[in-house]
């Protein structure tokens, strides 16, 4: 197991941002070079994915509350599975996507949820052995929408799930503990929950509720 201090992990996230402004000022300078790539698909998604994770590095839960408007997931989900699949494909792992037809809407800041959902599928592609596979599924009922990441991987003893989610903890070589501190804050702030199924020997299922109602805060407002 490693554990991360909080200077630490500032330093950490001071260097990813010096990198990731270095990336963007490259693409830009690719831009003003090359006026088409303004206009490709693949350049736009990069340049949106290094713009979210910005955001996603100066998140901070005590200072940021994140901009719920109504939206559906499904697109999102698509666009995840589309994404991912290369990933696990070099991996020889199979990727499958479960999702109920008529999802509801929900109320989220979608670039949060978006990393929230990279984050587990970056952890099930570590965790995934080839000839393994790995579900991304979506599934309502009458008060939230559930999203889940199952892997068939080593799974985790039930010392390791009591720790998963603290900040600074990790189970895995080179890990710096914090996705899934991160993944939870991000989901508490949308009213939601996180939750994790596993065994030794039999994967993971991480699970996430999300409202598809009024959140509690404005349920007791009223």
């Not at 109504?70 to 494909?89: K, T």
Request: hydrophobic share 35%; net charge neutral.
């Amino acid at each position: 197991m490693t554990h991360y201090t909080p200077n630490s992990s500032a330093s950490l996230r001071h260097e990813i941002n010096n990198s990731l402004t270095l990336l963007s000022s490259r693409l830009q300078l690719l831009a003003s070079k090359h006026p088409f790539l303004k206009k490709d698909p693949d350049f736009i998604e990069i340049r949106n994915d290094l713009s979210n994770i910005q955001r996603l590095l100066s998140y901070d839960r005590t200072s940021h509350q994140p901009q719920l408007i109504p939206c559906r997931i499904q697109p999102l989900l698509d666009e995840l599975y589309a994404s991912f699949l290369p990933v696990f494909h070099s991996q020889k792992v199979e990727l499958f996507l479960h999702i109920e037809p008529d999802l509801p809407l929900i109320r989220a800041d979608l670039p949060l949820i978006r990393q929230a959902m990279i984050n587990l599928l970056k952890n099930a592609s570590e965790a995934a052995r080839p000839g393994g596979h790995v579900t991304l599924s979506a599934s309502f009922n009458s008060t939230h929408i559930i999203l889940s990441v199952s892997d068939d991987g080593t799974g985790m003893t039930p010392e390791q799930q009591a720790h998963i989610f603290e900040p600074f903890v990790s189970y895995k070589k080179g890990g710096t503990g914090l996705g899934l501190a991160i993944v939870q804050s991000i989901i508490s702030a949308h009213h939601g929950h996180l939750s994790l199924e596993t065994s030794p020997g039999h994967g993971c299922t991480f699970r996430i509720l999300l409202p598809v109602s009024l959140s509690p805060v404005e349920k007791s407002a009223k």
